[in-house]
């Protein structure tokens, strides 16, 4: 438990604690040998009231005290029967109850959302397609207005709860103009019930994990759709899709935290029984340095979890870190269970001990819902615009000076400084523009051009047209200002230099 919760989580996270060890582990064992779906899992979490949490009380929700945080709590408790066994239940809050509550019309929440908070229905998300995958703005199922309906043709693929869902929660192109796509304009979001005419399932993966889940693909031949359907406006699909995306990520990667957490129980216990060489095996050092590492991941990927998802509830908007936690959580489970595996020798790899189904389900995480290479690419893009937006907090903090004399040796005399500070670093053309006081862009890029003809500076282009970066050479340097400027010798190091230069004499 965290500082931050409130009475009501915490009860929460005991209650469902003590629900999980007496009524879904014997479950489970059960379906870890038959792979097919836990219906008997997802009737006890309906009749447990699980589907209510955080949803409006308007729809038999429990109401949003609960939060994001309560919703991770429940993800993490049920995720420690096994990823596999408890997919239906993540699908179908924040695929199709999230969207359902930001973007449905109140017809849809009337008729829908009732019944998912009293687990009567299931639900799945459509957005991977044959040719798409994490470029989801290049979906190519098409929907079209005909009367009072939208037809929709095409194809989804990789989508869990195939054929058991009751509702699907699909992303198609509504408007085929690239204009409109440049925009994120093209795509909108419908929910479509699963007994729709021309609505079958294609095909059921066989999956390397996630044990129980039905993962299949879906063909969509002429399917009509009420325009009653239709969730938010049409051509605002992509606003659906990452409205409730912080708290998706965040949720879903809680849910990795439960079997990372049974694997490291699993090798405590299993490594304090092992007797190799006339001891417990836990007694070697290198052993209690991996189970060190095991329990250190899983404690930081669980701490992030639980911050971000408490900024939610804040009202924050944690881009940054809830692709952090994702991307954490995801290696975190990798990497304990393979440590939990080695651990547990020849018997990790039978399927007698929960450590190789957690192997097998934590590669899908580090793929789906955003791979971690999609997940370091929007982590890098956030850093550098908290990056902009601490410069610029500074900037107005530290006023510049307008440069009315002689810019080019203004410019100069700027970069010599940097050189003092930063010697191999080029200087930014915002930051420069800034210290100088010029608002005149024109002028600025004259004055550098100038400089850079003279064989004064080197400036980098990152488009033809475009300087972003700015260096003195050293004849830009010495033009800067005298040598004795740049010399920084300190004092310990004075009287072996002039005894040296003596010498030489």
């Known amino acids: 438990m965290f500082p931050w919760w409130t009475e009501k989580q915490k009860r929460l996270a005991e209650d469902l604690a003590q629900f999980v060890d007496e009524e879904l582990f014997p479950l489970s064992r059960e379906y870890e040998r038959s792979l097919k779906f836990p219906w008997k899992i997802a009737r006890k979490v309906a009749d447990k009231g699980l589907f209510s949490i955080g949803f409006p009380e308007k729809y038999g929700g429990s109401g949003e005290d609960y939060g994001t945080v309560g919703k991770c709590i429940v993800n993490e408790e049920l ?33 829908y959302l009732a019944k998912l908070t009293r687990g009567e229905i299931l639900g799945a998300v459509c957005l991977t397609e044959p040719q798409s995958g994490s470029d989801a ?82 063909n969509f031949d002429n399917v009509r759709v009420p325009k009653e359907n239709l969730l938010a ?49 836990n ?16 404690t930081m990927a669980r701490t992030m979890i639980y911050s971000t998802a408490y900024l939610i509830d804040q009202g924050e908007d944690p881009v940054l870190e809830a692709s952090v936690s ?23 790899y039978t399927k007698y001990y929960p450590v190789e189904r957690a192997f097998r389900d934590a590669k899908v995480r580090e793929i789906s819902a955003g791979s971690n290479q999609i997940q370091r690419l929007l982590i890098w893009r956030q850093a550098l615009n908290r990056y902009r937006d601490l410069r610029q907090e500074r900037k107005s903090m530290m006023p ?36 100088l006081g010029i608002e005149d862009e024109e002028r600025l890029k004259t004055a550098l051009l100038g400089l850079e003809k003279e064989g004064l500076v080197s400036l980098y282009r990152s488009r ?13 340097l010495s033009k800067a200002k005298p040598d004795d400027y740049y010399r920084m010798i300190p004092e310990w190091a004075q009287e072996d230099l002039q005894k040296r230069l003596k010498d030489i004499k």
Not at 95 to 102: E, R, V
Not at 192 to 197: G, I, K, L, N, Q
């Open 137 to 218: 703005a290049s979906m190519e199922l098409s929907a079209h207005r005909d009367g009072d309906c939208y037809i929709l043709n095409g194809k989804k693929r990789f989508i869990s709860n195939a054929g058991v869902a009751d509702l699907y929660t699909v992303y198609c192109r509504t408007d085929l103009s690239p204009e409109a796509k440049a925009k994120y304009k093209h795509l909108s979001g419908f929910i479509v019930e699963a007994d729709t005419p021309g609505f079958t399932i294609e095909k059921v993966h066989e999956l390397c994990g996630l044990d129980g889940v039905l993962n299949g693909v879906l």
């Open 400 to 435: 510049g000076k307008e440069t009315k004399a002689d810019l080019p040796r203004a410019i100069l005399e700027l970069l010599a400084e940097d050189y003092l500070a930063h010697p191999g670093l080029f200087t930014d053309k915002e930051d420069l523009k800034y210290r």
């Open 233 to 281: 406006q049409e051509g605002e699909g992509w606003k659906v899709m990452t409205g409730a995306l912080n708290a998706e990520r965040v949720i879903g990667a809680a849910g990795q935290m439960g079997p990372t957490r049974t694997a490291i129980e699993s090798t405590l216990e299993y490594t304090a029984h092992r007797i190799q060489f006339g001891r417990p095996i």
């Open 464 to 476: 033809p047209e475009t300087i972003s970066l700015i260096k003195a050479n050293h004849k830009g």
């Open 79 to 111: 995720g420690r029967i096994g990823f596999g066994m408890i997919t239906f239940y993540g699908t179908t809050v924040y695929g199709l109850g999230s969207p359902l509550t930001h973007f449905g019309s109140e017809y849809l929440k009337e008729k």
């Open 326 to 348: 994702k991307l954490y959580a995801s290696e975190c489970m990798m990497k304990v269970a393979h440590h939990a595996v080695q651990l547990h020798g020849g018997d990790g």
């Open 283 to 298: 007694e070697n050092q290198g052993l209690q340095f991996m189970i060190a590492d095991m329990v250190t991941m899983w």
